[in-house]
């Protein structure tokens, strides 16, 4: 029977390559000359931003996001969590989101169930397997998936005949 996973995963390496790109433009940009701000991954889950005022902060946060979206990550995955306001310096960490969460899961669920499509979807752990007895049918629920507005960024994986 015809099978795939919808799954929210990272590209691990290109996030790593976007925080370096981030960093290295960091210290050419005249406006943080003689400033002392930084992004660091945490654990991979999260990117710490640092630097001494809230003003820089928010230029850093575009600085990454643009280098986020030019190495085809979807800011969706992105949860930005409070500044702490430090010792003469001020961070920000973003928290990378994977795995589809629950709430998700049952929304997308529940839209394969209303498009009334002859699959099923189940939930398994973080991430959601579909299966049919037709391809075609397995199809249109990407289809459906990929123009849905969906809070998180899924992709097709495990595909099978």
Do not use: C
Request: hydrophobic content about 35%; glycine content about 4%.
């Amino acid at each position: 029977m015809p099978s795939f996973d919808v799954v929210s995963e990272l590209d691990w390496h290109e996030v790593t390559n976007a925080v370096d790109q981030a960093n290295r433009e960091i210290t050419t940009r005249y406006d943080f000359k003689g400033v002392k701000a930084h992004y660091e991954i945490k654990d991979k889950k999260s990117v710490v931003m640092e630097a001494e005022a809230e003003p820089q902060l928010r230029q850093m946060s575009d600085i990454l996001n643009q280098k986020l979206v030019g190495r085809s990550i979807d800011l969706k995955s992105l949860e930005k969590e409070d500044v702490v306001k430090g010792n003469l310096r001020v961070s920000q960490a973003v928290k990378m989101k994977e795995g589809l969460e629950t709430d998700e899961a049952k929304k997308i669920v529940k839209m394969i169930k209303d498009s009334k499509a002859k699959v099923q979807a189940q939930i398994q752990g973080d991430q959601l397997r579909v299966t049919g007895k037709k391809r075609d049918d397995l199809q249109q629920v990407m289809a459906l998936l990929r123009g849905a507005d969906l809070a998180q960024p899924v992709q097709f994986t495990n595909f099978r005949d």
